[in-house]
């Protein structure tokens, strides 16, 4: 059996660590948090709103305390090209049920189970002389620190990365004193995640989510392009001055959804945060000054900006095939090769198709994209729609759980035609018209200020 250390005791840190001793290796965690901190000291570190496959891998190592907690059962996405006025909605189920669980009632709880488990703990900073001392001491040294400073140690792969820097800028809060329940007129979404999509200014998403102190809540977040209309959170220094600035925003742009947020309160008082992802993709292999091999995992090897609640998820998916690799390398030969063999079987399975994903969504909307968007026009998310229009639109809710399932619809004109032929029995360009006529006759009733009729949820309900 291995020896082997990770410093970061995040989501990534601890699942990493948790699998391996399962795997009956000997796994010390240095983190600067011990698990008393996590509930004390800092804001959650993201959303980390997981999809079904990820709670698998929960399920498989007995990690999901929180199965009945809040799970989320589908995706309500309202796109907008400008504001004020609102060109489609889609509502798609999702198969198997999503989690959000508070990460700092989530890495306390398993920093204690890791202990129970076997595993060491210990709770320092560690800083590159450190890094050498426990390289030296360990077969293999994980480094799962998310995107702190110590991740510098990886260089950039700008053959993979798409970006120079940051895309959004975002603030998160967490809210209480929200409705859990945000279904409409009938049609059954409640514990759906709320997406208001600006192509313009940016985008706002809401998430039910299961709070540190056990209640049920709402993580909300805004994804503001810089210098456009969301980007206003620069002076604020506090939750309560985030949450302030939310409400204007929701009122001004986001009409519909404002009376759900207009007595929200902030959830405690580190529920929030401002901040910004490079998303960019890391050389999994650090080198350190004596030339011993540490490697990258979770955010630290992958950054991604959190549009899609994908960067949990795509730890999850590189802890997997790592696992997978430890468990088949019996000579515990942990070398340079190794380690970006084992990035790069995660990066051909799924992580590209989950950048691309999240790429889609950060980038300006796709011909592909419009027409994969008009060829769900109609769905209702309601549990007897058994129509084209609701197929499409869970397959685009499922891909969040499964990237490799529709990415390509959204880069590739004619895959999205073929796919849409596939379903409709050849009729991708009819659909095409009717949507854009009903999408039209919806917009002409909002320049007229009259409500849509278009969707069932689609009427701005002001408060
Ligand atoms: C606003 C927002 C919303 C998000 N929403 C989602 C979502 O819905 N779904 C999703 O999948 N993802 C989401 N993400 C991304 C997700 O939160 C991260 O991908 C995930 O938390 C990363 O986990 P990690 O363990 O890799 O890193 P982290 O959670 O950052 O953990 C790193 C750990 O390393 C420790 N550490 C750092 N440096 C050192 C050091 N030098 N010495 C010792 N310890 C150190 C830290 O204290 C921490 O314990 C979101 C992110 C943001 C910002």
Same mark, same amino acid.
Request: hydrophobic share 35%.
């Given at each position: 059996m291995s020896k082997i250390a990770i410093i970061g005791s995040g989501i990534s840190g601890l699942m990493a660590g948790i699998g391996l001793l399962e795997q009956g290796h000997h796994v010390t965690i240095y983190s600067n948090l011990s698990a008393e901190d996590w509930l004390t000291k800092v804001p959650p570190t993201g959303t980390a709103c997981r999809f079904a496959a990820s709670i698998d891998l929960e399920e498989e190592f007995g990690?999901?305390?929180?199965?009945?907690?809040t799970p989320i059962n589908g995706v309500h996405l309202t796109f907008c090209p400008k504001p004020g006025r609102q060109l489609i909605d889609l509502m798609g189920r999702l198969d198997r049920p999503a989690l959000a669980i508070d990460v700092r009632l989530q890495s306390y709880t398993w920093t204690l189970e890791f202990e129970k488990r076997g595993g060491m703990t210990v709770v320092a900073q560690v800083d590159i002389p450190m890094l050498e001392t426990i390289a030296a001491d360990n077969d293999l040294t994980l480094v799962a620190a998310g995107k702190a400073d110590i991740g510098k140690l990886f260089a950039i792969d700008e053959t993979r990365s798409v970006y120079d820097k940051p895309q959004r800028k975002l603030a998160m809060f967490v809210v209480k004193n929200?409705?859990?329940?945000?279904? *409409?007129?009938?049609?059954?979404?409640?514990?759906a995640i709320k997406f208001n999509f600006f192509g313009s200014e940016g985008e706002q998403f809401s998430v039910p989510y299961w709070h540190r102190d056990g209640y049920q809540c709402f993580n909300s977040i805004f994804e503001a392009k810089p210098? *456009?209309?969301?980007?206003?959170?620069?002076?604020?220094?506090?939750g309560e001055d985030v949450l302030d600035q939310a409400k204007a925003l929701f009122k001004q742009y986001i009409p519909w959804d404002y009376p759900w947020l207009k007595?929200?309160?902030?959830?405690?008082?580190?529920?929030w945060l401002k901040g910004s992802v490079h998303p960019c993709y890391k050389d999994p292999v650090g080198t350190l000054p004596s030339g011993a091999k540490v490697m990258a995992v979770g955010d630290t090897a992958n950054a991604m900006d959190p549009i899609a609640g994908q960067g949990a998820n795509n730890g999850y998916r590189q802890i997997r095939v790592l696992l997978e690799a430890v468990k088949d390398n019996v000579e515990g030969d942990y070398s340079a090769d190794w380690m970006r063999s084992t990035f790069d079987t995660y990066y051909e399975q799924i992580g590209k198709s989950t950048n691309a994903f999240n790429n889609i969504l950060l980038d300006e909307i796709s011909p592909a994209g419009i027409r994969m968007l008009c060829a769900q026009y109609?769905?209702?998310?309601?549990?007897?729609?058994?129509?084209v229009q609701q197929k499409i639109a869970n397959d685009f809710v499922n891909n969040f759980d499964?990237?490799?399932?529709?990415t390509d619809c959204f880069l590739d004109e004619g895959i999205a035609k073929a796919y849409i032929n596939r379903l409709t029995g050849g009729k991708a360009a009819s659909t095409d018209v009717k949507a854009k006529m009903s999408i039209a006759l919806g917009q002409l009733r909002q320049v007229f200020g009259r409500p849509r009729t278009d969707h069932p949820l689609a009427n701005p309900r002001l408060g």
């Open positions: 990690l999901n305390f929180w199965k009945d907690s929200v409705a859990m329940d945000r279904s *409409r007129d009938g049609i059954l979404m409640n514990h210098g *456009r209309a969301f980007d206003t959170f620069d002076d604020c220094k506090t007595d929200a309160e902030l959830a405690d008082p580190k529920g109609g769905s209702t998310g309601a549990i007897d729609d058994t129509s499964n990237p490799n399932l529709l």
